[in-house]
């Protein structure tokens, strides 16, 4: 398992998350709600453009269950073909894999680009521009991520080790 590979993995990996954030933010930056600072979610709360338009907290978790099942097969793939041979390498190079993207999610994506270069603000939200600069919810955010992690990787491992075997 060679850290170049990991490398080119790791650059590719980011910036294919950073094309997907980008154009569902462009799509539907509702998609993203929860992830807005609480300020934000209540003012969308009572603008009546968003009347329909928020999502229930439910689907939200559903979904992000399905991308991590998603995410942990394709890191097992990832894995695999990396040269991982059992569950304590695929699982090293999951998280490993995870926390770069989780990381540059957290400091590229939310911090430079959302909260301090103002790459998104919904509108009739504009005057909360304290709510907007606000990173630690952010990086509450990326501690979860990483609990998160820690399982999607787990799940892959085992995953991996199941194939191997």
């Known amino acids: 398992m060679s850290p170049i590979l990991f490398t080119a ?3 590719t990996a980011c910036l294919l998350f950073s ?3 980008w154009a569902s933010l462009k799509r539907d ?3 993203w709600y929860q992830d807005f600072p609480a ?3 209540e003012r969308l709360k009572m603008l009546p453009e968003y009347t ?3 999502p229930k907290l439910k689907r939200t978790v ?3 269950v399905v991308v991590a099942l998603v995410l942990a097969a394709l890191l097992a793939g990832v894995a695999l073909a990396s040269g991982a041979r059992n569950f304590t390498g695929a699982f090293g190079w999951c998280f490993a894999l995870w926390t770069v993207v989780n990381l540059w999610d957290a400091l590229v994506l939310d911090t430079l680009w959302f909260s301090w270069g103002r790459g998104v603000r919904i509108p009739g939200t504009e005057d909360l521009e304290d709510a907007y600069l606000d990173v630690r919810p952010h990086w509450i955010a990326f501690l979860a991520g990483e609990a998160i992690g820690l399982v999607v990787s787990t799940v892959a491992a085992c995953l991996v080790a199941f194939v191997i075997s």
């Open 39 to 41: 300020a934000v979610r």
């Open 52 to 54: 329909g338009r928020i």
């Open 19 to 21: 094309a997907v954030v």
């Open 62 to 64: 559903a979904r992000k």
């Open 29 to 31: 930056p509702m998609l």
């Open 9 to 11: 993995e790791a650059a």
